[in-house]
């Protein structure tokens, strides 16, 4: 193993990375600007939340809101400056190295290129596959404990709101990165403008999921994941131990599979998971919580 190449790529990484922050910052980039894209879509959210409130008497700093707003930063930028795109870049590097063992390229394993298509039907493509992968990887930090641990930190949110989207342990990132990276591979051939363009509908959607709205879009909630389903994700009671509506972007999916779950209207369900009350409140102490040895 040529442990300098791998230095140079973890270097390479944040250098290339604190660049194009800046960048983004400055508006130096093209229409593609993760930066000022997210504040965009959070202000327009937290306005039709302001307008078109569900849940009239739940204040517009509601309880989390500036918790919120840290994590929605530090997991959307100083993450992947910190950790996420030098673990993504050696950990690809190191795929591709095993694949040459054995005289395999990642190419192997692409059954086609999803730009081959008309670009609408590519990008639903990309959408649907990427957002199925995810319903399962979501499924999983339920089901598995040790996943669990670390996917309670999203699920002490006490009262909803757009920016409570964001608020996730680092690791969660790490899971779904590393259990996408196959399937992406599978469909090879997607370029920047179209993962942005994939990339912040599902933030949109992920806001508005999380908004204080009482939208569920008609007949469309059996296609998209909205505000009336996912509040139920979030319930404290739940018929199931593993938790009901795993929809991500499409509730499709929880319709499909059976783990689709709406009782009631839920405007004023409690959220948060048993035993939260004794869950940290602050960023530090949530960061630390699954790694601490329980009592």
Do not use: C
């Not at 989207?165 to 051939?189: D, F, N, Q, T």
């Amino acid at each position: 193993m040529n442990i300098e190449k791998y230095i140079d790529i973890i270097k390479n990484s944040y250098v290339g990375y604190w660049n194009y922050i800046q960048q983004e910052i400055l508006l130096q980039t093209n229409w593609v600007n993760y930066f000022y894209g997210l504040i965009l879509i959070s202000l327009v959210v937290w306005v039709l939340e302001i307008i078109f409130p569900w849940r009239k008497n739940q204040s517009i700093f509601r309880k989390g809101f500036w918790l919120d707003i840290f994590y929605m930063f530090f997991n959307f930028f100083l993450l992947n400056l910190i950790v996420l795109i030098a673990l993504s870049n050696t950990v690809a590097q190191f795929f591709n190295d095993a694949l040459s063992v054995v005289g395999l390229t990642l190419n192997s394993f692409q059954l086609f290129e999803v730009n081959t298509l008309p670009k609408p039907i590519s990008l639903l493509v990309f959408f649907v596959i990427t957002d199925f992968v995810q319903w399962n990887i979501h499924k999983l930090l339920h089901k598995v404990n040790f996943l669990w641990s670390f996917h309670k930190v999203h699920h002490s949110i006490k009262e909803m709101g757009f920016a409570g989207h964001l608020r996730y342990h680092w690791m969660e990132p790490i899971v779904y990165k590393s259990l996408l990276y196959i399937p992406l591979a599978i469909i090879g051939g997607f370029n920047v403008e179209d993962v942005a363009i994939v990339h912040f509908s599902a933030l949109t959607i992920g806001h508005l999921n999380h908004a204080n709205l009482g939208w569920d879009y008609g007949f469309l909630k059996y296609v998209f994941n909205n505000p009336k389903m996912h509040i139920w994700h979030h319930s404290k009671t739940l018929p199931s131990k593993y938790g009901v509506n795993f929809g991500i972007s499409l509730s499709i999916w929880d319709y499909i599979f059976k783990t689709n779950y709406i009782p009631s209207e839920g405007k004023n369900i409690e959220l948060g998971f048993e035993g939260d009350e004794g869950f940290p409140k602050t960023f530090i102490e949530q960061e630390l919580f699954p790694i601490q040895k329980k009592d």
